[in-house]
């Protein structure tokens, strides 16, 4: 199992315009994680789970869980994606997980709410650009959930939040990446050291 | 300098449907391996061209060169690529580079003279599931151009071509990963390796 938990600062808590994701809060940004998250060429990785953190206006907080194992009919474009969160966003949510799609759930989580769910299942990294290399960590992890910041990267009150569940804080370069790089070095790394 | 060049085996050769990229031959691929190529976060890199090879209906071939050095008014998102690809299959096209948008030019060129072109200037190598480990052989590369296939892959015309002027075959895993997830491990891979 792996998984990430990418913190959408400004990404639209109601439907949005399919045409302008960067104008709805980034939601590019998230959809193209969710893409690099879960996609193979022609398949869908196994034992994956994607949480997304919308904490845009109006009506903030939602979280979004998105499992792999259970997920049907996503395509890895940044529209198709988009769709799927435009859908999970406009139902009437709860703090308890609703159903959105097959695979899909969405809820009134808060960041702690959420996190405190998380880490009885998951060793929590932060991804940050100070962190300790991940390849040189790569072979210590277990079970691993990536927190990672979109281009605002994460703010001061959610990074209180965060290092009170984080195990360590690693980084994948130092270059400055897009949040999906990340993602995308993160499963390579942990392909390359055999980690499921 | 480092190079990217996709195929895009089905890529649309007039101007399509910017809410239907996947139907338009695929070239949301295409649009994301740009993005991964190009773009830090809140950047562009320095000295990455990317050449995009549309070898779809009505009127292929035709070729793309993107120059980050000379781009202006890109975003890393899939519609506003597409928008850029779009503009430039719409103009009438020669043998010669035509100028597009700033930084983007495009031609009429078949993959065999566009590599005649390029293989002056580049060393290029040729990412396949089943070539040498990249990680292992990156130190010894230098000023590279890597060619990679879309969901298709590439078939046996091209490959026929493209392996006259292969330096090597290379992989980036055993996974049979997404285009743009090659291009993406590729930057890591060169960054790591202090390869400019």
Request: hydrophobic share 40%; glycine share 6%.
């Amino acid at each position: 199992m792996r998984g990430f938990l990418i913190i959408g600062n400004e990404a639209f808590t109601e439907p949005f315009n399919l045409s302008d994701l960067p104008g709805a809060g980034r939601i590019d940004i998230l959809c193209r994680c969710v893409s690099q998250a879960l996609f193979l060429s022609h398949s869908i990785r196994k034992g994956v789970e994607v949480y997304l953190m919308l904490l845009g206006e109006p009506d903030p907080p939602k979280a979004i869980r998105i499992r792999s194992d259970e997920l049907r009919r996503m395509s890895p474009d940044e529209r198709n994606i988009a769709g799927h969160i435009r859908k999970a966003v406009g139902y009437k949510l709860t703090k308890d997980w609703t159903e959105t799609n097959s695979g899909i759930h969405a809820s009134k989580k808060t960041l702690k709410e959420l996190l405190t769910e998380l880490s009885t299942s998951w060793e929590i990294y932060y991804l940050r650009e100070d962190g300790k290399d991940l390849h040189e960590q790569v072979s210590k992890i277990k079970n691993p959930l990536f927190i990672i910041g979109d281009h605002i990267g994460v703010k001061r009150a959610e990074e209180d939040i965060i290092l009170e569940f984080t195990k360590d804080i690693l980084s994948v370069s130092r270059l400055s990446l897009m949040a999906e790089q990340c993602v995308a070095i993160v499963n390579y790394e942990l392909d390359r050291a055999g980690i499921i």
